[in-house]
């Protein structure tokens, strides 16, 4: 299985087994039922971000 096919797998795991078993904490436990969703929020940071600029200072004469 490669990499690609394994992310999707497990994402189909989360997806159509364990977010459903969550909506019976959305009543009951509004809290864990929201951290539960908002650890599951994925954040790409590494290509959300622009290269860092170099600044070039030319020498004082």
Known sequence: MSLAEAI?????IYRNE??????RFRTTEPEFY????AARVI???A????????V?????A
Do not use: N, Q, S, W
């Open 8 to 12: 999707t797998f497990v994402r189909g």
């Open 18 to 23: 364990l977010d459903k078993m969550m909506t």
């Open 47 to 54: 290509a959300t971000h622009a290269k860092p600029k170099i």
């Open 34 to 37: 929201k951290a539960y969703f």
């Open 56 to 60: 070039v200072t030319p020498p004082v």
């Open 43 to 45: 954040v790409d940071r």
